[in-house]
């Protein structure tokens, strides 16, 4: 058995009062630790006054519970062996098709599914507060992963494109009268445009200075979006933006809704599954888009750039140029999903672009594995649909007292899902995939694409 250093312990019962002693450890240092946040908890009353509650049951319980992991861990077989690192199997590619194809059939399937199994009302929820909301993010993952996945570049500052695409929309849907499908496409490309005045200023820097001057934009952007009240509307946001149509046909109550022109009764199901199918499409547009560009030679140009700055500048790869595709294309994609949500909320704000929106981003692209597009996908299910299933846990009042808020822990949930990630699997939960591109047969090349400042 070994202990916290990875230290043998002796066998039998000197190890067993090891591992009570090593647990009791770790149990008073969590209770140490919660102690300002889990014993007390602070009110304001109507009088404006600071009431503090005592909350010693909560702190004990997570205490006590931090006890019972560690004293278990000791007691397997796994706390007798060093951490392990673990990877997922490599799969065939006529594996991953079929598992891809069975994935899409689910996907498609998932609104009927939902309203089958939990019926019209339940419906709503599993529709909009999930498959909705975990799309969003695996699409705003996906466009990450080409700035900070593909090419290599730490952006956090990303939110501030998802604030383009949105207040685009917003701005020319409420002011101008332009239809979701016409805003659609310009906030991408308003976006992709702030991508690239946002790249030319930081085309020298990397690592933690580029990550200080992308979270330093997001935060510009949003501030502006704050202080400029009369485009804007400062904190007030705008309301009244138009919702996208099924081809002109809105998705109301009149004679001339969705409902009345296909002789259906009308009910609010049908927007979501609008809604649900388009953000699906957008999400496998990006998807798409993304797989094809890996295999141009902008795409084995990011990666190149990924993997040494300096060895790609040797190989005649124009690192400005790819720098700012990256930035650009992947801003592009963040400027459609804001542009979505824009039209499904009807109503944004600068609170809804905060710095903790591209943590949570960025998250989900390190957790998934940088580059990994399934990954992605899957990081984005577990940690936005962790968070919404945690609504649903209410029962843990019951334990913890009426008071608790399961909600309230899911910054907690996601800090140890990282440090979890960071010890079993260093580079996501998918850190393995094929080349993007490899040659079955000798191939010539021609000149133009191997001079120096070409590739």
């Not at 908890?41 to 992991?69: D, H, K, M, V, Y």
């Not at 496998?284 to 700055?309: C, F, K, M, Q, S």
């Not at 936005?384 to 007292?401: C, M, N, P, Q, Y």
């Not at 808020?405 to 996601?414: A, I």
């Amino acid at each position: 058995m070994r202990d916290a250093r990875n230290k043998p312990l002796a066998s039998g019962r000197p190890a067993t009062i090891a591992a009570f002693k090593d647990a009791a450890l770790v149990g008073l240092a969590t209770l140490g630790l919660g102690f300002p946040i889990l014993a007390y908890r602070t009110e304001q009353n109507i009088s404006n006054q600071l009431i503090i509650e005592p909350r010693w049951a909560l702190a004990f319980s997570f205490a006590g519970l931090a006890f019972a992991l560690r004293l278990a861990w000791l007691m397997t077989s796994a706390g007798r062996s060093s951490i392990p690192t673990w990877s997922m199997p490599v799969l065939s590619k006529r594996a991953g098709d079929t598992i891809s194809r069975a994935g899409l059939g689910i996907l498609l399937a998932y609104p009927f599914l939902a309203l089958w199994i939990t019926g019209p009302g339940g419906a709503i929820k599993w529709i909009d507060n999930f498959g909705i909301q975990i799309l969003i993010y695996v699409m705003l993952g996906w466009g990450l992963n080409i700035v900070v996945g593909l090419a290599g570049l730490l952006d956090l500052g990303y939110v501030a494109f998802y604030a383009v695409g949105a207040y685009t929309t917003a701005l020319l849907s409420t002011h101008f009268g332009l239809s979701f499908w016409l805003c659609l496409p310009l906030a991408g490309m308003f976006a992709a445009l702030w991508g690239v005045l946002l790249g030319f200023p930081v085309l020298r820097l990397r690592g933690d200075y580029l990550a200080i001057v992308t979270l330093a934009f997001g935060e510009i952007i949003r501030l502006v979006l704050i202080n400029w009240v009369d485009v804007t509307g400062g904190y007030a946001g705008i309301s009244s933006i138009p919702r996208p149509t099924f081809f002109g046909i809105p998705f109301n109550a009149t004679e001339t809704g969705f409902a009345a022109t296909f002789g259906l009764e009308f009910t609010p199901l049908h927007r979501l599954f609008f809604l649900f199918y388009l953000i699906l499409a957008l999400a496998l547009l990006t998807n798409w888009v993304t797989i094809r560009l890996r295999r141009l030679p902008i795409g084995r140009a990011w990666e190149a750039l990924r993997e040494d700055e300096i060895a790609a500048k040797a190989l005649g790869i124009d690192t400005v140029i790819t720098k700012l595709t990256a930035f650009a294309i992947g801003a592009m994609f963040g400027g459609f999903a804001g542009a979505f949500i824009a039209a499904r909320q009807a109503f944004i704000s600068p609170e809804m672009f905060v710095f903790m929106e591209s943590a949570v981003i960025l998250a989900i692209v390190v957790l998934g594995g940088m580059g990994s597009q399934i990954g992605v996908a899957i990081a984005a299910i577990v940690m936005v649909g962790g968070t919404e299933l945690l609504r649903e846990l209410d029962w843990l009042k019951a334990i913890f007292g009426k008071d608790f808020d399961p909600t309230q822990y899911r910054m907690l949930l996601f800090g140890l899902a990282m440090v979890a990630i960071m010890i079993w699997k260093p580079r996501g939960l998918i850190s393995n995939r094929e080349p993007t591109i490899a040659l079955g047969a000798k191939k010539s090349i021609s000149s133009s694409l191997v001079r120096e400042g070409h590739g």
